[in-house]
């Protein structure tokens, strides 16, 4: 039997959220010595997302970036850095392009910054593209703010707190430990509904709460799991870092269109009016959005509403500790039927929540898949990717990991066949499978080129 050590549920989520993206104290940096030019030059075309550009003193380093349509040498924009866990840089960036229409700012993101790369690592990226935008393009350098989701989060705290020339964070999916976030910063968190961590988020919130003269703390649900906001949400980060002289216009109709949106529920409206009011601050007129928060908020059925969901996050961080003890205990039978269970409540409402716990425990099969492989211990990763399918079986990333353990083995027929399963289950990034140092051995292998054949 697997034996595991009892460890605290939140250093498990800590380990996992943040694998790779290691988290040990860093030293206070120093500030980078900019080398601006005096008038930078155009060199790419506006309106249009780059995937991978140089950095000119960086050759093995690139990063994405869109420069708005409107872009002018005579002006300065606010810059948006992204920090993706896989480090798609242009992922986010292409999903928000239309906010850096509408809000007239610059959006880069580093394609080297990413889970599996050490932190000091990744902040050193940031710094390098950082560098780079303020010799060659018109930033505001009073309007730099970091934008991270899951273990990208992590990064963007971290260099929010060491460099003051940042103007706001935002992140998703994950954060930081609170005491590692700036203080006397904007902190704009976003949570999905079925995110799996989505009680660690509304508990970086109660917490900052306890503490908020030391700190400036929004979180907004949203309709989602545990990925980058659809662009509607994500506007919330643009009308919270918008700059004064910019005018109204944006925050007026920003407003318009939170009052003409559907809400699942009024408690989740009640959230995203609070959210708003806090950010555009004395912007704009936000008497009726903050009427209705009152109003709403005074019902005794709102009441019982908000009291039933506190207690709907103790209850899931209390099922999060209880299969955490259990993992790599109990049996393929049983996780089977655990898995049912959650996937068909009794009570509806508790289905979200269900599914952000279902979400944990295939996270948590990942991550000990992922690192007994990475070991060679063959027998506790066989076991655990026994787990990972159990909890779940649609999830292409478990035959995947299952080659590459079969390829470590020496077990030909077995890896082709698992990742064969993988493509079936939607597999389809070729780059990452010829990548895979486990696969060497099966290059010139005639059913292994016939594998990537199906990729595009």
């Known amino acids: 039997m697997l034996q595991f050590h009892q460890i605290p549920i939140t250093f498990f989520m800590f380990l996992l959220i943040g694998l790779g993206f290691g988290l040990s104290a860093c030293q206070q940096t120093n500030q980078i010595v900019h080398r601006k030019a005096e008038v930078p030059k155009l060199t790419i075309a506006t309106a249009k997302v780059y995937v991978a550009v140089g950095i000119e003193n960086y050759p093995n380093e690139t990063y994405a970036i869109y420069l708005p349509s409107t872009y002018d040498l005579k002006k300065t924009y606010p810059l948006y850095i992204f920090c993706d866990p896989q480090g798609s840089a242009a992922y986010p960036i292409a999903k928000y392009q239309s906010l850096a229409e509408s809000y007239q700012a610059i959006l880069v993101g580093s ?3 990413k889970n599996g790369i050490d932190l000091n ?3 050193s990226y940031l710094e390098h593209i950082v560098e780079e935008c303020k010799m ?3 930033i505001n350098d009073s309007f730099l703010n970091v934008c991270g989701f899951s273990g990208g989060a992590k990064v963007a705290g971290a260099y929010a707190a060491m460099h003051s020339e940042v103007h706001s964070l ?6 930081p430990t609170l005491e590692q976030c700036p203080q006397k910063m904007p902190i704009l968190v976003f949570a999905g509904n079925r995110d799996m961590n989505f009680t660690d988020l509304v508990n970086f919130q109660t917490h900052a709460k306890a503490s908020e003269s030391l700190y400036d703390v929004t979180l907004l649900e949203f309709d989602g799991k545990h990925e980058w906001p659809d662009s509607i949400t994500y506007e919330y980060a643009f009308v919270m870092n918008e700059q004064v002289y910019s005018g109204t216009s944006n925050a007026l109709r920003f ?3 939170m009052e003409s949106k559907k809400y699942n529920g009024v408690v989740a409206q009640i959230n995203a009016y609070q959210a708003a009011i806090h950010l555009l601050g004395n912007r704009v007129d936000a008497k009726k959005l903050q009427r209705f928060v009152d109003e709403a908020s005074s019902k005794p059925e709102t009441k019982v509403l908000v009291a ?5 996050v103790k209850v899931e961080q209390g099922l999060k500790d209880y299969y955490n003890k259990l993992i790599g205990q109990k049996d393929l039978i049983w996780w089977t039927s655990e898995r049912e269970k959650l996937m068909h409540p009794e009570n509806e409402a508790d289905l979200d929540m269900c599914t952000r716990v279902l979400g944990f425990l295939s996270l948590a099969g990942y991550s000990y898949s992922n690192r007994y492989t990475n070991q060679n211990d063959f027998k506790n990763a066989t076991q655990m990717l026994d787990f990972y399918r159990a909890v779940d079986p649609q999830n292409s990333d478990q035959p995947y990991l299952s080659a590459i353990m079969y390829s470590k083995m020496g077990d030909k027929v077995k890896a082709i066949s698992s990742l064969n399963q993988a493509i079936k289950m939607g597999f ?3 780059s990452k499978l010829l990548g895979e140092t486990a696969f060497q051995p099966l290059v010139n292998d005639v059913d292994f080129k016939k594998v990537i054949a199906l990729l595009k």
Do not use: P
């Open 121 to 123: 690592t990744c902040i």
């Open 308 to 312: 039933q969901k506190a207690a709907q």
């Open 255 to 257: 407003i318009e269109k």
């Open 136 to 138: 060659k393009y018109a």
């Open 111 to 113: 394609n080297n910054c």
């Open 428 to 430: 389809n990034n070729k």
């Open 170 to 175: 935002v992140g998703g999916g994950a954060m």
